[in-house]
T-cell receptor
Framework: EDQVTQSPEALRLQEGESSSLNCSYTVSGLRGLFWYRQDPGKGPEFLFTLYSAGEEKEKERLKATLTKKESFLHITAPKPEDSATYLCAVQAGTTGFQKLVFGTGTRLLVSP | GAVVSQHPSRVICKSGTSVKIECRSLDFQATTMFWYRQFPKQSLMLMATSNEGSKATYEQGVEKDKFLINHASLTLSTLTVTSAHPEDSSFYIC???????????FGQGTRLTVV
């Protein structure tokens, strides 16, 4: 069964204090790994897609990396507006619209 | 990315009544849409895959007679929670994926409270 585990469950940072969020996955045939940001009471907002080990994507203060077993979301010099829950999802399988399996997320709080 | 509009954003209903949630794909024609449910501090769980012009595909454990899905056009899918009970209170979110094996785009979500 495909599984996604995110850690830590919650993370509190001071503004400017860089850190990383972890997403470990177990799937049979990874077809894509996705990072989302979710604000309270809102739907997830797409951040990155990673397809193969070694791939990296960057957007402003965020950088996502992928290995064969896990992905990291690095946050450099975070600001209070980066506070949100960050979700990781994986897709396995080879045919059709395979479903996304989500982790439970990391709740990030950045204090000024 | 794709723009998805979901309505209503919040709804409160009495136990035993039915509630309809709409999901619209605003900038492309979606033959497939997805409905998720999210309980507090839990991950998004796929409930069903909505297919335009055919029956929806439900995930294991999701009652198809309770959660009625209609995908009547390429831009609109609806989820009706029938005979709602307090345990159906949750955050319901729809999504679209413009291409297979690519990212999903989500609506704003609907907070359902059954009293």
């Amino acid at each position: 069964e495909d599984q996604v585990t995110q850690s830590p469950e919650a993370l509190r940072l001071q503004e400017g204090e860089s850190s990383s969020l972890n997403c470990s996955y177990t799937v049979s045939g990874l077809r894509g790994l996705f990072w989302y940001r979710q604000d309270p009471g809102k739907g997830p907002e797409f951040l990155f897609t990673l397809y193969s080990a070694g791939e990296e994507k960057e957007k402003e203060r965020l950088k996502a990396t992928l290995t064969k077993k896990e992905s990291f979301l690095h946050i450099t010099a975070p600001k209070p507006e980066d506070s949100a829950t960050y979700l990781c999802a994986v897709q396995a399988g080879t045919t059709g619209f395979q479903k996304l399996v989500f982790g439970t997320g990391t709740r990030l709080l950045v204090s000024p | 990315g794709a723009v998805v509009s979901q309505h209503p954003s919040r709804v409160i209903c009495k136990s035993g009544t039915s509630v309809k949630i709409e999901c619209r794909s605003l900038d492309f024609q979606a033959t497939t849409m997805f409905w998720y449910r999210q309980f507090p501090k839990q991950s998004l769980m796929l409930m069903a895959t909505s297919n335009e012009g055919s029956k929806a595909t439900y995930e294991q454990g999701v009652e198809k007679d309770k959660f009625l899905i209609n995908h009547a056009s390429l831009t609109l899918s609806t989820l009706t929670v029938t005979s709602a009970h307090p345990e159906d209170s949750s955050f319901y979110i729809c999504s679209v994926r413009p291409l297979m094996n690519t990212e999903a785009f989500f609506g704003q979500g609907t907070r359902l409270t059954v009293v």
